[in-house]
């Protein structure tokens, strides 16, 4: 583990493991796969729902009728503030393209140009999981087996996954925070050689 910032430990997986996700190989299961919906920040779920009407018509039509009938949003078995499921399974804004991979209706929207919300931090971030504690955060990288796949691509591109997670890292914890994590990450890495 390394502390960056004043709050924030970082696992080491993070930096020694190698990730680019491979829609091709996963088509996206971690959208559909798992016992609860992805975590939301209270302000997400208050963005999420002003944004509704907007993101409505990109949902399937089950799902649509889940967000009308049951909300977007529920408090899971661990007290986690989560999007809902659909059919206990699919996270509600889980869409499929022709080729039967998941895509975000909120990412296909806001690139539509209806809204300028990012999907959920937690989403964006993945495989990191955050865990708040009363004196820090951690950042830690979630392996998985469905994502063999990214951590194969990201071997054969030579991309790390702090690397390949630049932009969420950024718009999570902020730039400097990110390039003191990429220089850490560095010098850490020059160290094992």
Sequence with gaps: MLQIG??????????????HCNLD??????????DAGAPLLEEENRRLQELLPEILPYLSEKAAKVAQQEGISYIDSEG?????????ANCIF????????CLCALEKARREGHHDFFKPISCAL???RLKEYDSFTAVNYHRWK?????EVMGRAKGIRAYEFLREPLTRRFGKEWYDEL???AKEYLKSKI
């Design 25 to 34: 190989d996963c088509l996206g299961e971690c959208c559909i796969e798992g």
């Design 6 to 19: 004043d709050n924030t430990i970082v696992s080491l997986d993070l930096i020694e493991r190698f990730f």
């Design 146 to 150: 469905i994502c063999k796949g990214a």
């Design 126 to 128: 993945y495989p990191v």
């Design 94 to 101: 889980t869409t499929f393209s022709e080729d039967g991979k």
């Design 182 to 184: 990429a220089f850490t």
């Design 80 to 88: 986690d503030l989560v999007t809902q499921l659909v059919d206990g």
